[in-house]
């Protein structure tokens, strides 16, 4: 029954992952690929893989809810949280950030509000269930934003959120559609509201 209740309406739970993108898997080139961090912030950066690596990673448990009405409990990742790239000031937001924007390879966006990505369950992951990401599900780097089982206080909102690939964060003043929410995806995306579409 408890399972039960980490089910948002309209869910189904896989044990698969099942692989949804549009476009083709982007080549990894490490000495030529980086992570840009720009807008809203005191300072803009452009981060090697090897910078990368070099930050500290976090293990976290996450339920995953899909859009398309799947939903994969207890997936367990590694990376690192923008909560803690700010707390430790390696990022420094503007005071006048309220989102962020996701880029990632062959232009793909999506957007967060910044409250949101300074959760706990919005994670800039390199690793999957102990091993490094594979390339269909983002590697070398993706973000990702599910559940945490029992904690109420979290906004949750579906996986498309987080996008695979990830290149960089454009930190906004105003908010603006990223790729999906441009085509008629809903701007929030919240999962227990069954914020699918916009229409």
Aim: charged content about 25%; glycine content about 8%.
């Amino acid at each position: 029954m408890e399972d039960l209740k980490r089910i948002p309406p309209g869910q189904s739970t896989t044990r698969d992952f099942p692989v949804l993108h549009t476009g083709p898997i982007p080549e990894f080139k490490p000495a030529t690929w980086d992570f840009r961090v720009w807008g809203a912030v005191e300072t803009s950066q452009c981060l090697t893989w090897d910078q990368v690596l070099a930050i500290p990673r976090m293990k976290i448990q996450l339920d995953l809810h899909c859009v398309t009405g799947w939903s994969k409990l207890d997936t367990s990742w590694e990376g690192f949280t923008l909560k803690f790239l700010v707390r430790e000031g390696i990022i420094k937001p503007k005071p006048e950030a309220h989102y962020i924007m996701q880029h990632a390879d062959y232009g793909y966006t999506t957007n967060l509000p910044l409250d949101v990505a300074l959760q706990e369950n919005f994670l800039i992951a390199t690793h999957y269930d102990g091993t490094p990401l594979t390339p269909d599900h983002g590697y070398p780097l993706r973000a990702v934003i599910g559940s945490i089982p029992g904690e109420k206080s979290l906004k949750d909102v579906y996986l498309w959120k987080g996008a695979k690939w990830l290149r960089g964060l454009e930190f906004l003043s105003e908010d603006r559609l990223g790729f999906w929410e441009a085509n008629g995806y809903h701007n929030d995306g919240d999962v227990w509201r069954e914020q699918r579409s916009s229409r």
